[in-house]
């Protein structure tokens, strides 16, 4: 069975950095695109960042010049390092992947969320 689980959640203040970890687990035989999504409260989930298997990279308005997102295939870990923290970032930060598996095929799997709050 694959599982993504996600850290580095948590409170910062405005301005302030956040780096938060993806790992996906389990019985994988490759992954594909990897991403991340956020969700705040009375607000539909969004796509912050996108990474391809072969680094491209895609990523959300709000999100660009502040938050870089990299991955370690070897690891089957993707990251996003969030810079210059606001407020309106403030969401439940889900972790995505595209993930072949033995017993599944090609299928679509979430994390389990981690709350980030920039608030001072």
């Known amino acids: 069975q694959v599982q993504l689980v996600e850290s580095g959640g948590g409170l910062v203040q405005p301005g302030g950095s956040l780096r938060l970890s993806c790992a996906a687990s389990?019985?994988?035989?490759?992954?594909?695109?990897m991403g991340w999504y956020r969700q705040a409260p009375g607000k539909e989930r969004e796509l912050v960042a996108a990474i391809t298997k072969g680094g491209s990279t895609n990523y959300a308005e709000s999100a660009k010049g502040r938050f870089t997102i990299s991955r370690d295939n070897a690891r089957n870990t993707v990251y996003l390092q969030m810079n210059s923290l606001k407020p309106e970032d403030t969401a439940a930060y889900y972790c995505?992947?595209?993930?072949?598996?033995?017993?599944?095929?090609?299928?679509?799997?979430w994390g389990q969320g981690t709350q980030v709050t920039v608030s001072s």
């Open positions: 995505n992947a595209r993930i072949y598996s033995i017993t599944a095929g090609w299928q679509d799997y």
């Open positions: 389990g019985s994988i035989l490759s992954v594909n695109d």
